[in-house]
């Protein structure tokens, strides 16, 4: 008898994404639809039979769309499957999200093995960063979340703009669905993430990469209660990614002085000194 083994859909969009150059792929797809000619070329190291076949897997497993127009193939991402997979097999496992994702990296990792073992194990693996921060603010709950939200362009600038000097506003609209984007001054922009969960006043949850484009997948969360001195926002942040050490302790500093830091100065009454000051 023969034994038939059925892959799901997360599998196929794990297995996608344990290869670097599927991962370079996606992110090239992240800045906008590609023909394949343009793919092609920005792999000097691989023939174009080879990319060809990394993107059919990426196909294969719906993390790619191609159409034809003319004599060309566009490529634009899809972002669903690695959605699906998070909700399939990471979720659950949020609270014991630092021992979970070291089987993570494994699984990955024995599936390249599988398919080659003279495959040499590089340091783009996947890695986490964790951040939890409880924070002080004197302005109320309402005062908080309105700087969260309607405000956001008040208080987040540069350095951590994906579109640089052309930014013009950063704009987050608050509801479920809602897109949090970055808008140039020619109409032109990036998103942030997605609004998730929201109870106004006293919680927010976002899911996207958040400006980091070695990131996968990344969750921003902040719960906001009534403290005697005016609010405590305790903010958690869980990202996947192909993070090096460097990479990973400039974004904990920058999540530390956005919303420790300049989000809290805003709340608390202080100038406006982000994107919308400077326009």
């Known amino acids: ?20 150059s599927r991962r370079h792929i996606l992110d090239l797809l992240h800045d906008g639809t590609r023909t394949t000619t343009d793919i092609c070329e920005n792999f000097v190291d691989l023939s174009r039979f080879q990319v060809m076949g990394h993107l059919s897997v990426l196909r294969d497993a719906g993390l790619v769309k191609t159409e034809k127009q003319g004599r060309e193939r566009l490529n634009a991402l899809e972002t669903g499957p690695m959605r699906e997979a998070y909700d399939e097999w990471l979720r659950k496992y949020e609270v014991e999200w630092a021992g979970r994702l070291g089987r993570l990296k494994r699984h990955v990792e024995n599936q390249e093995k599988e398919k080659a073992m003279d495959a040499i194990v590089s340091p783009d693996m996947l890695g986490t ?13 309402s005062a908080v979340f309105k700087g969260l939200t309607d405000d956001i362009g008040e208080w987040f600038g540069a350095p951590y703009l994906q579109t640089g000097s052309d930014a013009r506003d950063m704009i987050l609209d608050a509801k479920p669905g809602g897109k ?8 032109d922009g990036a998103v942030w993430g997605e609004v998730q969960e929201i109870q106004r006043d ?5 899911e ?23 609010c405590l926002m305790t903010m958690t942040f869980k990202g996947v990614g192909h993070f090096s050490r460097e990479q990973e302790e400039k974004f904990t500093e920058g999540l530390v002085d956005l919303f420790g830091v300049r989000l809290k100065a805003y709340a ?11 326009v």
């Open 129 to 141: 960063i964790e951040l939890e921060r409880e924070i002080e603010m004197g302005g109320p709950p």
């Open 208 to 230: 996207g990469r958040m400006g980091m484009r070695p990131a996968v997948f990344a969750r921003i969360v902040f719960k906001l209660s009534t403290y005697p001195k005016g």
């Open 180 to 187: 949090w984007i970055e808008v140039t001054k020619a109409g």
């Open 202 to 206: 006293k919680m927010l949850a976002i």
């Open 1 to 20: 008898m023969t034994q038939t083994t059925h892959t799901s859909p997360a599998d196929m969009t794990w297995k996608a994404l344990g290869d670097p």
């Open 268 to 278: 608390e009454g202080g100038k406006p000194t982000g994107i919308r000051a400077n």
